[in-house]
């Protein structure tokens, strides 16, 4: 299904059921790639069809399988300034980025931490934190198939860099030759969500070490002379 703005894709991942909204962009080297967001969790309840119907001038809707009924989510322009807007309080919401592969995908990275901007929005206002509104930071790396959190769940607003906690202890850094982050969102009100504005992961690169011997060698064709090297 799609509109004007998305293409959204219900995507069984085994156990769970997610939609995805995606676009095509263009990226910073100039190539045209497509840029995927999960969307809607629609847990084991299954998902066999999904269509985008327009109830009125203002009122969009995506309607979807939902195991054995149907459901709908608003489709709006502004989602974040929509006082109408709902948003989950079980579980969290979360967005995956690509892998990280740095300068080469051979060379080991070790990343530090990382800087993220957020606020809170309330019934489509920007708002003080507040306890019930989290951002938390995952990740995988390398062979894993499950994230594991490397910043605990926060309310701080604004910008804040905050060290890496791997295998929960506190200022620990990841060792790995690729890393998947995830930004995971929570609230406990359905008015209000934290809002990312800006993620930066810090880290550094290990390039591979190469060691190259340069030698000159010189013969001279009189018996008393050995080879030499410079």
Avoid at 57 to 79: E, H, K, M, Q
Avoid at 108 to 122: C, G, Y
Avoid at 163 to 171: I, L, P, R, W
């Amino acid at each position: 299904a799609g509109d004007k703005d998305w293409l959204y894709v219900a995507v069984d991942e085994g156990t769970n059921t997610i939609i995805y909204k995606g676009r095509e962009i263009l990226n910073k080297q100039g190539k045209l790639q497509w840029q995927w967001c999960p969307w809607v969790f629609l847990g084991t309840n299954a998902c066999a069809a999904i269509a985008v119907c327009q109830h009125s001038t203002t009122d969009f809707r995506l309607w979807f399988g939902y195991g054995d009924t149907t459901a709908y989510v608003i489709l709006s322009d502004n989602p974040l300034g929509d006082s109408a807007t709902r948003y989950p309080t079980t579980g969290s919401s979360f967005l995956r980025m690509s892998y990280d592969y740095g300068t080469d995908p051979n060379w080991d990275k070790l990343w530090q931490s990382a800087v993220i901007e957020t606020h809170r929005v309330d019934s489509g206002a920007i708002t003080a934190a507040a306890g019930g509104e989290t951002v938390q930071l995952q990740y995988r790396d390398d062979t894993d198939t499950t994230a594991t959190a490397i910043i605990a769940a926060y309310t701080t607003s604004g910008v804040v860099e905050i060290n890496f906690a791997a295998a929960g202890v506190a200022g620990t850094p990841i060792n790995n030759k690729r890393v998947q982050f995830e930004l995971h969102l929570a609230s406990d009100t359905n008015t209000a969500t934290p809002v990312v504005t800006f993620f930066q992961a810090k880290g550094v690169e290990k390039p591979t070490t190469v060691r190259i011997h340069e030698a000159t060698y010189a013969i001279d064709d009189s018996p008393t002379q050995n080879a030499e090297v410079y």
